[in-house]
């Protein structure tokens, strides 16, 4: 079994209360749009890190991580990238992707809303963990975190903090 976190859009901000959430997770996952590479650096010292680059990542982390991320833990194939959409409105192009890979979970971020659901058409879960930072029009910094054993998914939480409170929070 392993736990994993799930975050997405930081845009260079993670707020501190957010570390406390990922400390039992054996690995952190992250749907794109860091923002800043020392950001991606210190994440990847605290954590084992899977990652995929956001429409807002400059050079610096495109060159540290794929635009799409396929691959396999426990028995779970997984799908991630950064514009997805979510099942019945898949970005264009990206519906060819699943039907290709046949992943049992599809994980994006981009539109800031925490979203988790079943395609039924692909038989596969969705994941969106929302946005983690500070930046764009969300109210809630909001994460995910769910433990895989062999292909089920189970114990999924949400973790979430206003952005009111995550700008006025210290972040050491």
Partial sequence: MKKVGLISDTHGYIPKALFSFLEP???????????????????????????????IDGREI????????????EELKVCMLHI???????????????????????????SHILKVMKDQSLGLMHMNPGAAGIHGFHTFCTALRFNVSGKQLSELEVWELSRNQALVQPNE
Wanted: proline content about 7%.
């Fill in 25 to 55: 997770c054996d690995e952190v996952w992250h749907a794109g749009d860091w923002g800043s590479l020392s950001l991606y650096q210190e994440l990847h010292a605290f954590k084992p890190i899977r990652a995929v680059w956001g429409n």
């Fill in 62 to 73: 495109r060159a540290e991580m794929p635009e799409i991320l396929e691959f396999t833990i």
């Fill in 84 to 110: 997805g959409g979510y099942p019945g409105k898949y970005a264009p192009g990206f519906a060819k992707v699943l039907k290709r890979y046949t992943p049992d979970l599809m994980v994006c971020g981009h």
